[in-house]
């Protein structure tokens, strides 16, 4: 009995062993991926705490600028599927959070809304950019609406698209796998040093109404961003609540023209969420969409960009109205 039992743990340890080694992803040097995924409209800025900054800065220079945050895990490439509406209308920069794409931040960083928010203030402050309007998806949008409020000289147009906040009201069994592996400390460990992909196929087929949608180019993308070093460690560290700290209160003070975009088929951020930012956020303009998942900028970019081109078109003195 203790040979076969020896002989069933040493298959259990070869078959670990062997997961193991498939699975671990080690880190992809910056430079490696600098040389992948940067292009001209690629820019590099160094902020006061150690963050090594990757942004793209695109468009008509002499438009109004739109700056564009993108979500968790995600990075600026999100955002190709607008370029094509937007980039003659608008100053477009869109920038990596730090753990996210090219952008390199210190070891310990923790990511918050609050936190990116005030690290948005402090881009802006070091390329001196003027006033702005911001589009964020996600992560992003809990970004943009704390950055209005948090600095609200900053904005004059907001745009909140799938946006975090509100906590979700529906059951655990919803959520995603990768998110309830982030919940335990064991799967976070874990997390830090394999190659995540299945993980990220699975997730972002999840998000989207139409999973075709989901490429190999962009699972491929999002997971060698997370192999950058030191990303893991800053994606598995994150305390989703410190994203959800939405509330009328907050976002009642907000005093620049919103325009919420919502997918109705979003099982990440439910669709009511939406309903709640347009409630709570004087004179917000809401704007859902059917089939549509967690990133409408991927999933129907031309419409969603037609929409917010529409939207700041009406807002901003400076901009062009947009007629259809």
């Not at 992948?36 to 220079?61: E, I, M």
């Not at 190709?80 to 730090?98: A, N, Q, T, V, Y």
């Not at 906040?165 to 335990?184: D, R, T, Y």
Request: glycine fraction near 10%; hydrophobic fraction near 50%; proline fraction near 8%.
């Amino acid at each position: 009995m203790l040979k076969i039992l020896g002989l069933i743990a040493g298959i259990v340890i070869i078959v670990a062993v062997a997961a193991w080694l498939k699975l671990r992803g080690p880190d992809i040097p910056y430079a490696a991926l600098e040389a992948k995924y940067t292009d001209d409209a690629s820019r590099f800025v160094d902020l006061p705490g150690g963050f090594h900054v990757h942004y793209r800065d695109q468009g008509d220079l002499d438009q109004p600028l739109l700056v564009l945050l993108h979500g968790f895990g995600d990075s600026i490439t999100t955002w190709e599927g607008w370029l094509p509406e937007l980039k003659g209308k608008f100053h477009i920069i869109s920038l990596d959070f730090p753990g996210h794409g090219l952008t390199r931040a210190p070891a310990g960083y923790q990511l918050s809304g609050a936190g990116l928010a005030d690290f948005v203030d402090a881009f802006a402050l070091k390329l001196a950019l003027p006033k702005f309007a911001v589009a964020g998806n996600s992560m992003g949008g809990g970004v943009a609406w704390q950055l209005a409020v948090r600095h609200p000289d900053r904005i004059d147009a907001l745009i909140l698209v799938d946006a975090a906040g509100f906590p979700n009201e529906k059951p655990p069994g919803e959520i995603p796998l990768a998110f309830k592996i982030l919940q335990c400390p064991i799967g976070r460990a874990i997390l830090r040093n394999i190659d995540n992909r299945p993980l990220i196929d699975a997730g972002l087929k999840a998000d989207v109404y139409d999973q075709s949608l989901i490429t190999p180019a962009i699972v491929d993308r999002w997971a060698e961003f997370q192999r950058a070093p030191g990303h893991r460690a800053i994606l598995m560290d994150i305390n989703f609540g410190a994203l959800a700290q939405a509330s009328a209160d907050l976002l009642g003070g907000i005093k620049v023209p919103t325009l919420v975009l919502h997918g109705e088929s979003d099982v990440l951020i439910e669709p009511k969420s939406a309903g709640k930012f347009a409630a709570a956020i004087p004179g917000a303009k809401l704007i859902t969409y059917p089939q549509v998942g967690h990133l409408p900028q991927i999933e129907i970019p031309l419409r969603s960009a037609a929409d917010v081109a529409s939207f700041l078109g009406e807002v901003l003195p400076s901009a062009a109205p947009v007629h259809p």
